[in-house]
């Protein structure tokens, strides 16, 4: 009787992988990747080449790209690293709209003609890499990275330790999750018609450090991005928070921080009136 059941189980068992494996067979595809190509040291124009490339439905528009690179033309440039939408290095405008190769899966595209470009507002290195070197630029401008006078090591055996409330970690913490993958950078219609503004990225992140209470250089970080190519730049298209993949909202860090540089200019106006005020009564 056992015997029987367990010969039962395993033809069930066999009959659901057999069924599985049907549903993949089927789920297997082709799609057709249209990738620009383009090296600016000996081209003078850009071109799309296709490769028609096999793909499941779990593959993902940098697996696509990767097959098309290893078995079909080894010349395609193309900058990824982590695979898991980490490391922010495979950003491209997928059938026009910039994501991350890793993370967007070809099933989620409509039709199968997948076009691949670099992403706007970054000089082609070549094919699909671009030059980061502005936008790491304008990141490093905002000085990313806490200041405190008081966190300065005078004696090993007195480490000073910073106490942050969830509620004080809330306040940064979406703006800390940026992978620097430059997406937003490449969304933003300002940073298209002026190079000198330093874009959503690096606007969140000034942001993200003057919204953590262990920092005391709000002051020096606001008269950072109040200049006319700063922070005023901004129109809010809001595109930058749309094409974001890590959930960041760099078009509201931009609206707090301008909220600071306001309440700073009324702080800083009542000050002076009450000075001439004073110093009218003397
Ligand atoms: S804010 Fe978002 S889109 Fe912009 S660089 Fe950071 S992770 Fe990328
Ligand atoms: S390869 Fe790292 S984010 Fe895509």
Not at 224 to 232: A, E, L
Not at 257 to 265: A, E, I, P, Q, T
Request: glycine fraction near 6%; include cysteine.
């Amino acid at each position: 009787m056992t015997a029987l059941l367990n010969i039962k189980t395993r033809r069930k068992k066999l009959e659901r992988d057999e069924k599985k494996e049907s549903t993949l067979e089927s789920s297997r595809k082709v799609v057709h990747l249209r990738v620009y190509r383009k090296n600016p040291k000996q081209d003078k124009s850009s071109h799309f080449d296709k490769f028609e490339v096999p793909v499941q439905r779990w593959s993902t528009v940098l697996d696509a790209l990767l097959h098309a690179k290893g078995y079909l033309d080894k010349s395609i440039a193309i900058r990824y690293s982590c695979r898991m939408a980490s490391c922010g290095s495979c950003g491209m405008k997928i059938n026009g709209i910039p994501r991350l190769a890793c993370y967007t899966k070809v099933s989620e595209i409509d039709g199968n003609i997948i076009t691949c470009e670099p992403l706007p507002n970054f000089p082609v290195i070549r094919d699909l890499v671009g030059d980061f070197s502005d936008f790491f630029e304008h990141h490093s401008a905002m000085e990313p990275f806490i200041h405190n006078q008081n966190a300065d090591i005078v004696d090993e055996n007195r480490l000073t330790e910073f106490i942050q409330t969830p509620e004080d970690v809330e306040n940064y913490l979406q703006f800390s999750y940026c992978i620097k993958c430059g997406l937003c950078y490449s969304a933003c219609p300002s940073v298209g018609s002026d190079t000198r503004f330093p874009g959503p990225q690096a606007l969140a992140q000034a942001y993200r450090y003057v919204a953590d209470n262990r920092d005391d250089a709000t002051q020096s970080r606001l008269n950072i991005v109040d200049n006319k190519h700063g922070i005023w730049r901004c129109h809010f298209a809001g595109s930058c928070s749309v094409v974001c993949p890590k959930g960041v909202d760099p078009a509201l860090g931009i609206q707090l921080l301008r909220g600071h540089l306001v309440n700073f200019s009324k702080n800083d106006k009542k000050l002076a009136e009450s000075r001439t005020r004073n110093l009218g009564k003397t």
